[in-house]
């Protein structure tokens, strides 16, 4: 082969290739062929992180989210974080290989034709000693070792194994994080990247880890499409002109939660309808509705009505695990006790009798206190009452039930699985942590109105209510 001196190679490059002789035409191939290698190698040496990324990779908080907008740069630095805890070559944590790790992604595809490729282009070919494409494994010869997961793969697959770092790219079912959260061993700790654009809304990330935040433990990061100076400047004016307006540009652009359309109480708006506690004045009608469980707490609201007919909340009762329903009752009876009970309304399916004792929920209710008449469960019909309180400013919250309004903020349409075309709605809401929601639907659906005269004190004996016609429950 022959030997270029640095001389004839400043020749050679200004001279058009059909000049030079054969033997000069393959030495050039092989020096660019090794300049590439060469700079394929180094290319992580040469990673530059971001201005606005910064602060992720040098925080030391055990869960790290990098929550970012489209081509933000987040799969980059998440990728480049990963690969640091794999060599030891963290810049800003005190890192030893070998460690074991995880890289869990939404299915195996995005594995293959995103991840992989872009680990390549950063990971020298040198360190590699190994890779199974059939179980998705890679191996260092440093002795670190990682695997690709699939958030669509079984909870099961998640458990039996201490992992020195899991890196999420794309958020991944809950089940599958609080089962990766229990992976630390005992002579290791385990830290967690998350990176993700939010795009399925204010869901259980939002209130596990976003609301959550606390500085070395849990720590979330913005990552804007715009700050992605590596992206040309046509392409960021091109993605923010084709999300403006839409109903997620504020997490396609700037990774920010956001309230689907699949929110039910879209009118629902803490400034208008929640308030600070203040003393029920005694003529005001006090009505209940429960949702008695078997097997999780039971629930129950209390609301009061105005002479203006408005619905004032001001008690929820959740019971506790495994709490026996007479004192679930007791808790009831102590919130009702003095007031002017106009309705107590249960839901229906608590009216099933038991086939040993033959009697219902109801039944062991009212035996303790707390007597009951079926509520209206018309879901939709509930709803469209809920919906017509909230637009016309007649529903309050009060600011100490905290519980029903997470549950108002979380409450959404089902929708079938799948993305993009292939995501199809479902003509019901989620049944997940709704049940003060539904005690809510029950409240809203009596139609109840201010009537002075046709209410009774309720007592801190049993009291049976006395028998009325309603046009909506036929009691």
Known sequence: MLALSDLDWARLKGTPWQQLQDAEVLELYRLTKALDEGQRERRMDRYRELPHLTPFHQ???????????????????????????????????????????????????????????????????????????LEMTLELRCGSSFKFKSSESDVSKFQSAERRIIWFDEEPRREIWEECLMRTGADQPLDIVL????????????????????????????????????????????LALKFKGSEDEAARLRGEYFSRSGVIYKDFNKLRHVVDPFPIPASWPVIAAVDPHPRKPSVCLVGALSPENFLYITHEVIGGEDML???????????????????????PSALAKDMRSGKSIRDELAQHGVPTQPAINDVFFGIEEVRKRLRGGQLMVFRTCSRLLWEIEHYQW?????????RDVKEEPKKIDDDLCDCLRYLCASKIEFEPETYDIALPTPVHEPVRTDPYTGF
Do not use: C
Not at 85 to 95: A, F, K, N, Q, S
Not at 99 to 105: E, L, R, T, Y
Not at 197 to 214: E, N
Not at 414 to 422: I, L, M, Q, T, V
């Open 59 to 133: 925080s030391r908080a055990r869960i790290r989210m990098l929550i970012g907008g489209n081509r933000s740069g987040k799969t980059t630095a998440g990728l480049m974080e990963f690969l640091r805890y794999m060599l030891g070559t963290h810049p800003y944590r005190p890192i030893s290989p070998p460690n074991q790790g995880w890289i869990v992604i939404p299915d195996l595809d995005v594995a293959r034709d995103v991840i992989l490729p872009m680990m390549m282009q950063y990971l020298p070919s040198s360190e590699i000693l190994r890779f199974n494409r």
């Open 325 to 347: 329903l007479k004192d679930f009752a007791e808790m009831i009876r102590k919130i009702l006790v003095g007031k002017r009970v106009f309705r107590r309304l249960i839901d």
């Open 195 to 238: 990176t993700m654009t939010p795009l399925q809304g204010m869901d259980w990330s939002y209130d596990d880890i976003y609301l959550k935040q606390q500085p070395g433990e849990i720590e979330v990061f913005p990552a804007h499409t715009i700050n992605n100076v590596h992206l040309p400047l046509a392409e960021r004016e091109r």
């Open 414 to 422: 089902d929708e079938y699985r799948g993305r993009g075309k292939r």
